[in-house]
Nanobody, 123 residues
């Protein structure tokens, strides 16, 4: 049984930083591209970032470039998202997702999802 679990969310002031983590079990981690998505109240789920199976290739939504860094440790079956220079508009539930093979930018392309971790950025 595949399990995906996010952690690291919380309340932070604008300009601050948070590091999200996601652990996945029950799958061969290094065969899956891993993505971060987020969803704010009343808005659609949007892609934040994705990292290839090896970790060599990374992709970011335009509004996150230069502020967020995605990484993974395949030996620990763990995905990370370092978020710097946070803004109030980054407030959302952040989800980790796994997709066999390569990155895609649409949520429907991902098979396994965590329950999410809340990030709240105060002004």
């Amino acid at each position: 049984q595949v399990q995906v679990l996010e952690s690291g969310g919380g309340l932070v002031q604008a300009g601050g930083s948070l590091r999200l983590s996601c652990t996945a079990s029950g799958l061969t981690f290094d065969r899956y591209a891993m993505g971060w998505f987020r969803q704010a109240p009343g808005k659609e789920r949007e892609g934040v970032s994705c990292i290839s199976r090896s970790g060599i290739s990374t992709y970011y939504a335009d509004s996150m470039k230069g502020r967020f860094t995605i990484s993974r440790d395949n030996a620990k079956n763990t995905l990370y998202l370092q978020m710097n220079s946070l803004k109030p508009e980054d407030t959302a539930m952040y989800y980790c997702a796994a997709r066999y093979d390569y990155c895609r930018d649409t949520a429907t392309a991902y098979t396994y999802w965590g329950q999410g971790t809340q990030v709240t950025v105060s002004a």
